[in-house]
């Protein structure tokens, strides 16, 4: 099964400031076929469902403010917040969607400021 | 526009059974992959299961393989997840997810329920 490692598992940022978040795969999630990768990022509040951010390690969901990026490819991932905002307060996680049975989301990293 | 609404959480006592529903609306339900995912207190995101559009493939986390069976009535756009011999781990908020291109599954989670809180406590 594919898992995968989020880091840090927490984070204090100032408003205003970048929040770097990073995850990595056991295995790559880089699908030959397409040169596509197989990775997702979610925003998730307390009290609500996760959001979708970020798909395809690097496309951003319609809606989702500039401010956030995702980057990387096979094995390492990056999350960028470019400039926090007060309502970026969260934890957010990613997964991979390579491989079925076993979807794995990351451990999540808190961002808080 | 897609709405997904869970319904049967509860409190339930350990090694006895509940079932979860997940109403879908907005979208041709018989045409999408559905999952359900959960998220314990204090921990993080789980997935748990995923049936084909059709029902006639189904996986689970080997957390729940053998005890929880995944199930979808395309009739009734009705998502469903029949929960056995539960355990206190079991405890979390599920929520049911798709996607938004039909017939795959190999995809992000674009849509997600409010989710239902399943307490096993005796």
């Known amino acids: 099964d594919i898992v995968m490692t989020q880091s840090p598992d927490s984070l204090t940022v100032s408003l205003g400031e970048r929040a770097t978040i990073n995850c990595k795969s056991s295995?790559?999630?880089?699908?030959?076929?397409?040169?596509?990768?197989?990775l997702a990022w979610y925003q998730k509040r307390p009290g609500q469902p996760p959001k979708l951010l970020i798909y395809?390690?690097?496309t951003r969901e319609s809606g989702v403010p500039d401010r956030f990026s995702g980057s990387g490819s096979g094995t390492d991932f990056t999350l960028t917040i470019s400039s926090l905002q007060a309502e970026d307060v969260a934890v957010y996680y990613c997964?991979?969607?390579?491989?079925?049975?076993?979807?794995?989301f990351g451990g999540g990293t808190k961002v808080e400021i | 526009q897609v709405q997904l609404v869970e319904s049967g959480g509860g409190v339930v006592q350990p090694g006895r059974s509940l079932r979860l529903s997940c109403a879908a609306s907005?979208?041709?339900?018989?045409?999408?992959?559905m999952h359900w995912v959960r998220q314990a207190p204090g921990k993080g995101l789980e997935w748990v299961a995923v049936?084909?559009?059709?029902?006639?493939?189904?996986y689970y986390a080997d957390s729940v393989k053998g005890r929880f069976t995944i199930s979808r009535d395309n009739s009734k756009n009705t998502l469903y997840l029949e929960m056995n011999s539960l355990r206190s781990e079991d405890t979390a908020v599920y929520y049911c997810?798709?996607?938004?291109?039909?017939?795959?599954?190999?995809?992000?989670?674009?849509?997600w329920g409010q989710g239902t809180l399943v307490t096993v406590s005796s």
């Open positions: 295995q790559s999630l880089l699908f030959n076929s397409n040169n596509m990768n197989y």
């Open positions: 049936t084909s559009y059709d029902g006639d493939n189904k």
């Open positions: 395809w390690a690097s």
């Open positions: 997810a798709s996607h938004d291109r039909h017939f795959d599954w190999l995809l992000p989670f674009h849509h």
């Open positions: 997964q991979q969607y390579y491989s079925i049975p076993s979807l794995a």
């Open positions: 907005g979208f041709t339900f018989n045409n999408y992959a």
